[in-house]
């Protein structure tokens, strides 16, 4: 078959990587793609969706695989399907998961899935009494996206009123932040559930944990996410069950039942305090670097894993994992995340140990061809993910990779996968 990926970072290229080792998949094509996906199919162009579903309809693409947030929320999957083309992906009300806090946060309360306690409000009075009445620190949301921006961890309740006052006037977020949700903080450790559903059906994914702060030992900005690592022991069978039982499954049978089914990827961002698991948020995509890692562990080909998640086939399907590890570390370029670097050629040597050849590879993003030559011309500029039969070689391997490769101003974490390996050395 032939297949149109929709993106251009990492996550893409790391599905177009799955797709390429896969027997039923004929052509790859990206769009927009980066500098890099040539290596792994063709890059496409367009205006807009209708002409990208033009693009579909006239090379006869079998599946289109729509990897972030932005085609989703605008409406891709309804305007493909409208022309009978396959997607996978979740229609523009679907996507409202991850569109707006404030729906989601809703969906959780009617739906009894455990989630911090709220507010939603575009009043600064009801905003400051509800951060009176919590402990610090307290959580301010702007509603709508804000390119990953719009989360404030207030360590006094003073700094929440001014963020939430910020947001409400408009002044942080324009439109996004005129409507707030305010929540208790829950203190525990995070983890990235993945589900995959056909808006009945569902199977999840190994659980993964990315590393969102820039700089070792949890420090720094938060940025998009600087390594991950799956699946990860932080999670017990009790839990899992936990998380299927109160979270995964009531997420996919409430949307049936509003009338939203929900189709694509359900990435549910949870905090688990003393083993209990919490919904922080949802996202209607995989993760980046997670889907790096994900990808990799797949032993069932991806196109049969999409194609029967777009076509509501998904109870037909075994899905099976390799019994591996992955580990995946972000490179990112010198200015990240405050601001653009310089672009930077990337210079990858000759990789002879034919071990690390075998375990390691490179997820490629923020990247651009120029001249013929590969620089790094995004923040996140690529992804070196290593895969052994335990978090440790995985990660060894990883960070192997990352010493052949170079570029001016390149940063990573030397950190990823610690919580995993705190109490091993
Ligand atoms: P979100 O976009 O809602 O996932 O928030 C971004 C990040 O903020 C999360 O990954 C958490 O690290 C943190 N966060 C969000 N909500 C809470 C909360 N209620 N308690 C503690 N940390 C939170
Ligand atoms: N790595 C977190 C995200 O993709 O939102």
Redesign the pocket.
């Known amino acids: 078959m032939d297949v149109l990926v929709v993106g251009s970072g990492g996550r893409e290229y790391s599905i177009g990587l799955a797709l390429k080792k896969d027997p039923n998949v004929n052509n790859i094509y990206f769009s927009p793609g980066n500098g890099a996906t040539f290596q792994l199919g063709q890059n496409v162009k367009t205006e807009d969706y209708e002409t990208l579903a033009d693009f579909a309809e006239e090379k006869g693409i079998d599946l289109t695989i729509v990897g972030p947030e932005a085609p989703l929320v605008e409406g891709i999957v309804d305007i493909f399907r409208k022309r009978g083309l396959t997607i996978f992906g979740p229609t523009q009300k679907a996507a409202l998961l991850e569109g707006s ?1 404030i729906y989601m946060k809703n969906f959780l309360a009617r739906h009894n899935i455990p ?2 306690r ?1 507010i939603e409000t575009d009043s600064f009075e009801e905003a400051s009494a509800f951060i009176d009445s919590l402990s610090e ?1 307290v ?1 301010v ?1 702007a509603d709508g996206l804000c390119a ?1 921006k ?2 404030i ?1 207030a360590q006094t309740k003073e700094e929440a009123k001014k963020a939430a006052e910020e947001m409400l006037s408009g002044k942080s977020f324009g439109e996004a932040g005129k409507r707030v949700v305010v ?6 450790f ?1 983890l990235s559930v993945f589900a995959i559903s056909d808006g009945e059906n569902y199977v999840i994914l190994p659980a993964a944990q ?1 590393h ?1 702060r820039l700089l070792d030992g949890d420090k720094g900005p ?1 940025t998009g996410g600087m390594g991950a690592y799956a699946p990860t022991p932080l999670i017990n069978e009790e839990l899992s069950r936990k998380i299927e039982e109160r979270i995964i499954a009531p997420t996919i049978k409430g949307m049936k039942e509003d009338g939203t089914p929900f189709e694509g990827v359900l990435f549910a ?1 949870l ?1 688990i305090v003393d083993n209990e698991p ?1 919904t ?2 949802f ?1 209607v995509r995989f993760g980046d670097p997670e889907c790096e890692v994900l990808m990799p562990l797949m032993k069932t080909p991806a196109s049969e894993l999409f194609m029967k998640a777009a076509t509501k086939k998904l109870d037909e399907l075994n899905i099976e994992f390799y019994d591996k590890y992955a580990v995946g570390v972000v490179m990112a370029s010198e200015n990240y995340p405050y601001g653009s670097s310089k672009p930077a050629e990337i210079i990858v040597d000759e990789i002879v140990h034919e071990e690390l050849k075998e375990h390691a590879h490179i997820s490629y993003a923020g990247v651009s061809l120029i001249e013929g030559k590969l620089f790094a011309t995004g923040g996140r500029v690529l992804v070196c993910v290593g895969i052994g039969d335990s978090i440790k070689e995985a990660r060894d391997y990883a960070y192997m990779l990352c010493g052949q490769v170079h570029f001016a101003g390149k940063k990573f974490r030397t950190d990823i996968a610690y919580q995993a390996l705190r109490d091993k050395s």
């Open positions: 806090k989630t911090a709220y620190p959580v949301k990953g719009g989360v961890i929540e208790e903080y829950l203190d525990g995070e990315d969102k938060n961002g905090m919490y922080l948020e996202n």
